[in-house]
């Protein structure tokens, strides 16, 4: 690793990133200057952004130790209906402000430890089992959308105290509140796992899970943290998305899934591991609404955007993929020597 | 007793499967018995056509020990498109050249998942979810988000032609379409290749160590990229037949059925990492996915937990195998 921060920061993924960033900005300007640029455009997209970019937060965090998680959207959609139903069941719109914000607080709470148990599921399926990543996610996403629906039996929960539209669409000191949840979040993550040894471990597992082993790292609790923690980023993002909605639904939001993999391998995260830096999704997350944003005011329908960001990212993993398997080839290098 | 059936009969994938079909199909009988039918066997065998086939492509993928989950928007793409050409240029075009585009143009935009994956050397998994969305993102953009009920009628023919029909005592009506002959045909070319040639042999071999397969001299670009042509061209096969067999082609259809699919290729005990996969066991994971979700509320399950049994049974059948592997591996250890 120490290898990588010493080489050039031209070379960087994060260095292109804000290349993309910033082009794409300045492009969207130039296109339609009166809209792209007005405050009424930055602060909408200040709104839209935190929900998928704390996705692509918890699929980073995955990422990094080699995984991938699939279940990021179902466990969002899963809290955010029990938090719905318990808004729905025990407060009401005519309740007093602080009755419902009491009912608030404690609906976060449930959404939050469910948002912990469901990571921690992965966790033990991926640990304890030995599942493959992909399949643990996969199954247990289906199981967590599941629940959601037949909770729902498919349809939106709606009907909450006016307080729950705070969280995605009210603003704090002029900034809007799912953004400073964002800041927030990103720069915890990013102290996570620069500057902690739980971070180290992580990279250390992802560069390498069987040096890691031999270095006496306990990898099954570290990967069940790290489930625990993609699970309540997740669940956040769940409670973002039902306050902006105002509603929860069991398939809200499932075009995020391809969005938040999209975002965090544009963003330079490893996807075989080991490899990540936060400001490089956080550069990401930003190039992808001022893209999705511009293409929007140009009248562009959703599909071609699809296209776009898919495109998008197989051009940047053509251009990324020759960095990793330099990378890889380092960090297999030391075992076969010895 | 045990001398019967095969070394490690009973800890495989494809009996627990198997059991769990039986127990399903038992349980079903119990509680109605009009589901032990014809009817029923028809009705399961029509839906599992374009399942099957789709099936018998992902596990050729896992085989190899990579992942596509763009071969639903490869089966919609070339569904639709085919069906525009047909309709513009000659609408009376015979149902089979029809379906040779349909092929053609499976195994095209397969070719470009594999130039991806075999030329660049790209994760498997993150091409395809990438090209899933280009295929889509261009088909609805570029060539049409309409869905078109007015197909060829020599495609409408071919969902009419059948097998076997006709009225059971008890007056209900089955039918076998000959689409079931494609999805006969499909297993039996991929057996054949998996089985009796050296390319099927490669393919298993890339599965399991890529560079292995690589030192004993088998070209393992060249094989990567026939692997995403040939699913390619089962997607384009079973997109036409879908359009074929619901008359319409709708090319907001198939994309998000790619997860119940690799669900029922896993079921079936292929492995994700490669180098293990059987026809038997796609087929009977097939059977127990179409099973789930047609008939899950004659066992007494709503059909909203349909979602939450596909991903038990994910979780548990591949969790025991994989359960059994790691424990296998620390005694040895």
Request: charged share 10%.
């Amino acid at each position: 690793m120490k290898n990588h921060n010493n080489s050039n920061i031209l070379e960087s993924p994060e260095f292109r990133m804000a290349i993309i960033a910033i082009s794409v900005f300045v492009l969207m300007s130039l296109l339609s200057p009166e809209r792209f640029l007005s405050s009424q455009n930055i602060i909408s997209m200040a709104f839209q952004f935190p929900e998928f970019a704390i996705l692509a937060l918890a699929m980073t965090i995955v990422m990094l130790t080699g995984g991938i998680d699939l279940s990021v959207v179902g466990i969002s959609n899963f809290t955010a209906v029990v938090a719905a139903i318990i808004l729905t069941q025990f407060a009401s719109p005519d309740m007093s402000l602080q009755a419902s914000i009491l009912w608030y607080g404690g609906a976060i709470f449930a959404a939050l430890i469910l948002g912990a148990v469901c990571g921690y599921t992965n966790g033990i399926l991926v640990a304890y089992l030995g599942l493959p990543p992909i399949l643990a996610t996969l199954g247990s996403g289906l199981v967590f959308t599941g629940f959601a629906v037949a909770l729902t039996g498919g349809s939106a929960v709606m009907g909450f105290p006016e307080v729950v539209a705070w969280l995605g669409n009210e603003r704090l000191l002029g900034i809007p509140v799912p953004l400073i949840i964002f800041i927030v979040l990103a720069f915890g993550l990013h102290i996570l796992l620069s500057r902690t040894s739980f971070g180290l471990k992580i990279t250390m597992y992802g560069a390498n899970p069987l040096a890691a082993f031999f270095a006496a790292i306990d990898i099954n609790r570290m990967l069940i943290k790290v489930y625990v923690v993609s699970g309540m980023l997740s669940a956040i993002a769940g409670l973002v998305i039902m306050s902006r909605a105002n509603s929860a639904k069991a398939d809200y939001g499932s075009s995020y899934l391809l969005l938040a993999i999209l975002i965090a391998v544009l963003g330079g995260v490893n996807p075989y591991g080991g490899y990540g830096k936060i400001i490089g999704v956080v550069l990401a997350v930003l190039s992808m609404q001022f893209l999705s944003s511009g293409l929007n005011m140009l009248q562009v329908s959703n599909f071609a955007r699809e296209l776009i960001w898919g495109s998008l990212l197989i051009i940047v993993m053509i251009i990324n993929s020759t960095n990793w398997i330099k990378q890889k080839k380092n960090a297999i290098k030391p075992i076969k020597s010895s | 007793m045990k001398n019967w059936f095969p070394k490690g009969f009973f800890s495989r994938n494809e009996t627990l499967v198997a059991v769990v079909i039986i127990g399903f199909c038992i349980i079903a009988t119990i509680s109605d018995p009009l589901f032990f039918s014809v009817t029923t066997l028809s009705d399961l065998l029509r839906a599992s056509i374009v399942m099957g086939i789709l099936a018998v492509a992902v596990m050729l993928v896992l085989v190899s020990g990579g992942i596509d989950v763009s071969f639903t928007a490869i089966a919609v793409f070339a569904m639709y498109s085919s069906t525009l050409i047909a309709l513009s240029i000659w609408p009376e075009m015979p149902w089979y050249i029809i379906f040779a585009i349909s092929i053609s143009i499976g195994a095209a935009l397969g070719a470009i998942n594999g130039i991806l994956i075999a030329g660049f050397g790209l994760p498997t998994l993150i091409v395809t979810l990438g090209t899933l969305s280009i295929f889509r993102g261009f088909l609805l953009t570029f060539i049409g988000s309409e869905r078109i009920s007015a197909l060829p009628p020599e495609m409408r023919e071919f969902s009419r032609m059948m097998i076997a029909r006709g009225t059971t005592e008890s007056g209900n009506f089955y039918s076998l379409p000959w689409a079931f002959a494609a999805l006969i045909l499909v297993i039996a070319l991929t057996w054949f290749i998996l089985q009796k040639t050296m390319l099927g042999r490669a393919i298993f071999a890339i599965g399991g160590s890529h560079e292995s397969a690589r030192r004993i001299g088998i070209n393992v670009k060249a094989t990567q990229f026939f692997i995403y042509v040939y699913v390619g061209m089962l997607a384009g096969l079973a997109g036409i037949i879908f359009g074929s067999m619901g008359r319409m082609a709708d090319p907001f259809s198939l994309v998000g059925w790619e997860l119940s699919v690799i669900a029922a290729v896993v079921l079936g005990g292929a492995r994700l990492i490669g180098g293990y996969g059987t026809l038997t066991g796609t087929l009977l994971g097939v059977a127990l996915i179409v099973l789930v979700q047609n008939s899950l509320i004659v066992i007494g399950i709503p059909s909203t937990w349909q979602s939450v049994t596909i991903g038990v049974l994910i979780l548990v059948g591949t969790g025991l195998p994989a359960y059994q592997a790691k424990r296998a591996a620390a005694k040895s250890a």
